[in-house]
T-cell receptor, first 115, second 116 residues
């Protein structure tokens, strides 16, 4: 079946503007994750959804960051009043998450550049 | 707190050589899961392997093999007879067990370049 998809693939915005990043997980995957990858670095966890609830938001770097998930499917990550340090690739992953950590499958990412 | 260390930032080898990528992890849990992902130049993370903490058997998949040693908290990855297509950044990751605690902690990655 189809993999995880993300849109847009690239986003250039001006400092101070809001952006929305979208993730479509693999159909039937109940768990959804957002990660951030700064240039040349590893991935940092942002937030985890189980169904439409977010039991772990510990990685969100500030209150400018928020995310929601609806219909146990699509998720949107919103960054308000973007700053230059928000420039990164934002990756979404999904998994079956039955009784323990299942393999997370990643989307292609959204490359965000804040000017 | 969990932590993953990939001390090798960059490795270059000539095609057909064998190469081992090191991964050392820290966790206080007795149940945990270890992963390796490949990130080719296209950018998309590709899953390679998942191993739980109760299974210390080494695994081989074609030219890839993994050596899990709990005594040294290591989960090393070896590519045998490397090929140019193996050039990528490789990430080791850790997830602690238990439903509801799913997040992956990644190492900083090892950039592998295979020289033709």
């Amino acid at each position: 079946g189809a993999g995880v998809s993300q849109s847009p693939s690239n986003k250039v915005t001006e400092k101070g503007k809001d952006v929305e990043l979208r993730c479509d997980p693999i159909s039937g995957h109940t768990a959804l994750y957002w990660y951030r990858q700064r240039l040349g670095q590893g991935l940092e966890f942002l937030i985890y959804f189980q169904g439409n609830s977010a039991p772990d938001k510990s990685g969100l770097p500030s209150d400018r960051f928020s995310a929601e998930r609806t219909g146990e499917s699509v998720s949107t990550l919103t960054i308000q009043r973007t700053q230059q340090e928000d420039s990164a690739v934002y990756l979404c992953a999904s998994s079956l998450a039955r009784r323990g950590p299942e393999t997370q499958y990643f989307g292609p990412g959204t490359r965000l550049l804040v000017l | 707190a969990q932590k993953v260390t990939q001390a090798q930032t960059e490795i270059s080898v000539v095609e057909k050589e064998d190469v081992t990528l090191d991964c050392v992890y820290e966790t206080r849990d007795t149940t945990y899961y270890l992963f390796w992902y490949k990130q080719p130049p296209s950018g998309e993370l590709v899953f390679l392997i998942r191993r739980n903490s109760f299974d210390e058997q080494n695994e081989i998949s074609g030219r890839y093999s993994w050596n899990f040693q709990k005594s040294t908290s290591s989960f090393n990855f070896t590519i045998t007879a490397s090929q140019v297509v193996d050039s990528a950044v490789y990430f080791c990751a850790l997830s602690e067990g238990g439903f509801g605690n799913e997040k992956l902690t990644f190492g900083t990655g090892t950039r592998l370049t295979i020289i033709p």
